[in-house]
């Protein structure tokens, strides 16, 4: 029940899911990327847009390894790319308009990093009229426990409970597992 008005459509949002993002050491790795495939593929099946988010910086530069796409997901020619340098995918980016474009109202939102750019684009997505459902079992996180954050598991664990919860005026957070996704 997004507060934009006339956009009644659904996207998948995949952020971030590059190879100097998800590193070997990233809890459940191969699972979030499985996931995401599926969810991928079953947007693809069911007509749904699938929107891609890739993050630029010092450490991921434009065309170096870091900054590809892990080779596990292939992004259609057809489908937005969306290039951030901040964590919320909608500052100063595309994403707005590819999404205005679609009449696109809610966000299924997988990727990484849990901590950083997922929890940043949940919240600028509900702050924008959104709703946004965080797909639980398709996001990760680096391990940042020598600067003193929780342990990764602990993060996505509680980023999935207090985003279960999230609701604004006429906007609905959320979480829902890959099995569960219906497009």
Known sequence: ??????????????????????????????????????LVDQARAAGTPVVWVQHQDEHLVPGTEGWAYVPELKRLDSEP??????????????????????????LLVAGAQTDCCIRSTLHGALTRGYDATLVADAHTTED??????????????HTNLYWSNQHAPGRRGGTVKTAEVSF
């Open 144 to 157: 940042l426990t020598e600067y003193g954050a929780p342990a990764p598991e602990q993060v996505i664990a």
């Open 81 to 106: 790319l969306i290039a951030k340098s901040y964590p919320d995918s909608f500052e100063d980016t595309a994403l707005e308009t590819a999404l205005a474009e679609r009449a696109v109202g809610h």
């Open 1 to 38: 029940m997004t507060t934009l008005t006339q956009r009644p459509h659904t996207a998948l949002l995949v952020i971030d899911v590059q190879n100097g993002v998800m590193v070997p050491s990233s809890p459940y790795r191969d699972d979030v990327i499985a996931n995401i495939r599926t």
